[in-house]
């Protein structure tokens, strides 16, 4: 067996023709894990291994580097192993290889195979066995405060009641803990949770030094406008002691963002200490491994942490879904529930949190939010995203207006789906009838119309691209929009132009919205971004009516760009892509452009398409919501890195919410279509779901749920075991 020196640095290689060959046409993360199997086979060769071992060192590597591009933080050896091969012969090729270190003797070895038969990338291992660590220490130190008294008089309604106010548990729990998971769906009270939280933090100290967080800009803008809406609640004095700004958590942490450079050089791999009492995370669903990490790393030991996510959301872009592991088991101690009973002033037996979801060791330290106060459980809306959550599918399709009838040779299609906003359907359009045969398990399906589903809207559409006809019931849910625009263009008097209501536009813009599953292809964000864009355009400079009539009549596709893409045109919507703390703006800021004429000319230029003689075009600023001012103007000249935002993706959408969306679903069983997605994207309605796709998409998202593989879980129990804590 080869010793455990550092294996010789050379350079990744690119893949060769034989790497094009095994994997066809070469993409990123294909290209990256034959890269890495290469240099892993040589590695091991030039350690002294064997063939056979070197090139099973090759194929680890690129299986794991395949799987964490998925989201996983680790690979089970058992999924590598051949039929008729034990996973101990595995084990021991691959440590034979000398590629592959233990958690007791990792080395500097880039692999890292723990004794569960978990192999990870070395950082990934290091990351997690930290992160398990930090949160163990967390989870199980002695509570922080220790009498309930101070906190019931704050926190109870009903002494001794017997039906729990679960916002405030949360609070108590926060106020005792060093740890605390609040996990709950849109409009579920978990703002309201964090208020309280600080008026009691703050009546018990006064200097306590608060920080508030969230994984983008965008997230933490809303955070932070979100308490600012809700500390009316709270006396006048504390009132003035609330942070008034919530930071992205790498500028808090002084991180670069993964991927940009600039003069700041790489991310540090260390972070420097925070000087914090209490800090609270939003959406920290969106926390992938490495940053959690980093979290933990920059904490006080005493320092409280609170999470704040929906475990039922879309897991981080990176690696780990760690939010999901630590919020899967609301289950409480017996002292813990008498110590929170007490504070909340009810009787211990009320306190009766869900049955977990899966096995944990963090008690006493989540709480689970199910009541929603956006929309009711029995709307429309909260039903259907109750049935995704719970993996309903049958349920889910009924609620958007499918009908499974089951195999069937001869199904009569019945009347299409009343088409609500937007132009009707031709007569001999099927919007909900499905050919026999077709759908989960051979069912077919039939549209059935119910006026009380008048939230819900389902097109069935699993075209390669959306259907003219669904084109153009997007563009027309613009409509609105486009002629909030046109009156804001219309000259005042001959004397000059209306005052521009920035508010009003963006108010205007956000009541809908189109998320999209991809972000590339016909379906894709990009590309209806594009098209959305070419057909608003066309409306607004100068004043034709082509996005009227096309929308009338669903000409056009998104392939079918003007090439003007990125012009700047009155109205035009865009979101920034790259945080700018200097501007104030951040990742998922949305915007509305404005010509920066002079005031008696702007809108008549701007409406007519002209400009003054011999000043050319006018310039453009584009105009955000500002806490303080209510909005402020950014030329487009010193805008940071963005791009059009008639269409995102669902991804992009998190944090967020609109009166209405159009959730746009990729053609056939795509890998991308999961039970998360779908929850996601509807819960970022508040009133209306318009979902294009076919009823196979919906059920194949519903019963997809993400499972990312890691060793949080087990390393948290193992830690809990080992220092007397059970679990």
Not at 239 to 249: I, M, V
Not at 450 to 473: K, M
Not at 555 to 569: E, K, L, S, T
């Amino acid at each position: 067996m080869p010793d455990a020196r550092t294996p010789p640095a050379r350079p990744l290689p690119p893949p060769g023709p034989a790497a094009a060959a095994r994997t066809g046409p070469a993409t990123a993360t294909q290209a990256l894990a034959e890269g890495l199997a290469e240099r892993l086979t040589r590695w091991a060769e030039d350690l002294g291994a064997s063939a056979a071992d070197a090139a099973l060192a090759g194929r680890a590597g690129r299986a794991l580097s395949l799987a964490t591009s998925e989201g996983h933080v680790c690979l089970d050896l058992d999924e590598l192993a051949e039929p008729g091969r034990d996973g101990a012969a595995w084990r021991r090729a691959l440590l034979a290889s000398g590629t592959v270190g233990t958690p007791e003797d990792p080395g500097a070895r880039p692999l890292v195979l723990d004794e569960d038969g978990r192999l990870y990338l070395h950082r990934d291992h290091a990351l997690e066995r930290r992160l398990a660590e930090a949160l163990a220490r967390r989870a199980f130190a002695p509570p922080l405060v220790t009498a309930a008294a101070p906190a019931a008089h704050d926190l109870s309604t009903a002494p001794l009641s017997t039906a729990p106010d679960w916002q405030a548990v949360a609070a108590a729990m926060a106020l005792r803990n060093r740890l605390t998971v609040v996990s709950g769906g849109p409009g579920t009270g978990k703002t309201t949770a964090v208020v309280r939280l600080l008026g009691l933090l703050l009546t018990r100290e006064p200097d306590a030094r608060i920080a508030l967080a969230a994984p983008t800009g965008k997230a933490a803008a809303r955070m932070a406008e979100a308490l600012r809406q809700r500390a009316h609640t709270l006396p006048p004095a504390i009132r003035e002691k609330l942070p008034r700004q919530a930071s992205t958590l790498h500028r808090l942490l002084g991180l670069r963002p993964a991927g940009r450079g600039g003069p700041g050089g790489p991310r540090p791999s260390t972070v420097a200490p925070l000087s914090v009492d209490l800090l609270v995370i939003d959406e920290a669903s969106m926390l992938d491994l490495a940053l959690a990490a980093r979290v933990l790393d920059a904490l006080p030991p005493d320092a409280r942490l609170v999470l704040l996510g929906d475990q039922d959301q879309l897991a981080a872009v990176e690696s780990g879904a760690v939010f999901a592991e630590l919020s899967a088991d609301p289950r409480l101690s017996p002292a813990g529930r008498a110590a929170l009973a007490a504070a909340c002033g009810l009787a211990p037996q009320a306190l009766q949190p869900p049955g977990a979801r899966a096995p944990g060791v963090l008690r006493d330290c989540v709480v689970w939010f199910d009541r929603n106060h956006r929309f009711a459980a029995d709307s429309p809306i909260g039903r259907l995203a109750r049935q995704i959550r719970v993996g309903d599918a049958v349920g889910a399709l009924d609620s958007l207006g499918v009908r499974l009838l089951g195999p069937a040779p001869d199904v009569r299609p019945a009347e299409p789906v009343a088409a609500g906003p937007g132009p009707a359907a031709p007569t001999g359009d099927r919007l909900g009838a499905a050919s026999a045969g077709s759908g989960p398990a051979g069912a077919a399906h039939a549209a059935t119309a119910d006026p009380a589903r008048q939230a819900l809207h389902w097109r069935d559409d699993d075209g390669p691209s959306l259907a003219p006809v669904h084109l153009a019931e997007l563009a027309q849910g613009f409509a609105p929009y486009l002629g909030a625009v046109r009156a804001a263009l219309r000259p005042a008097s001959d004397a000059g132009a209306a005052a521009l209501d920035a508010e009003a536009l963006l108010r205007a813009f956000d009541q809908r919205r189109v998320l999209c599953a991809l972000r590339v292809g016909p379906r894709g964000a990009t590309a209806l971004d594009r098209w959305l864009d070419a057909r608003a355009r066309a409306a607004l400079v100068p004043r034709g009516t082509a996005f009227a009539r096309d929308a009338a009549d669903g000409r056009g596709a998104p392939a079918g760009d003007d090439g003007m893409a990125g012009a700047w045109y009155p109205g035009r919507p865009v979101m920034v892509l790259r945080n700018d703390p200097l501007l104030g703006l951040f990742n998922g800021d949305i915007g509305i452009a404005w010509p920066m004429a002079r005031p008696a000319d702007a809108a008549r230029q701007a409406a007519a398409g002209d400009a003054p003689a011999d000043e050319g075009p006018p310039a453009y600023a584009v105009w955000f919501a500002d806490p303080e001012a209510g909005v402020r103007a950014v030329p487009t000249v010193r805008l940071p890195e963005h791009t059009g935002a008639w269409a995102l993706t669902i991804h992009q959408s998190q944090g967020s919410e609109f009166d209405a969306v159009d959730v746009v679903l990729p053609p056939g069983p795509h890998r991308v279509l999961t039970r998360e997605l779908l929850y996601t994207a509807v819960t970022r309605a508040r009133h209306a779901v318009r979902l294009f796709g076919s009823a196979e998409a919906v059920d194949r998202a519903v019963q997809s749920p993400t499972r990312r593989r890691s060793g949080l879980r087990a390393r948290l129990q193992a830690w809990a075991r080992a220092h007397g804590h059970g679990g």
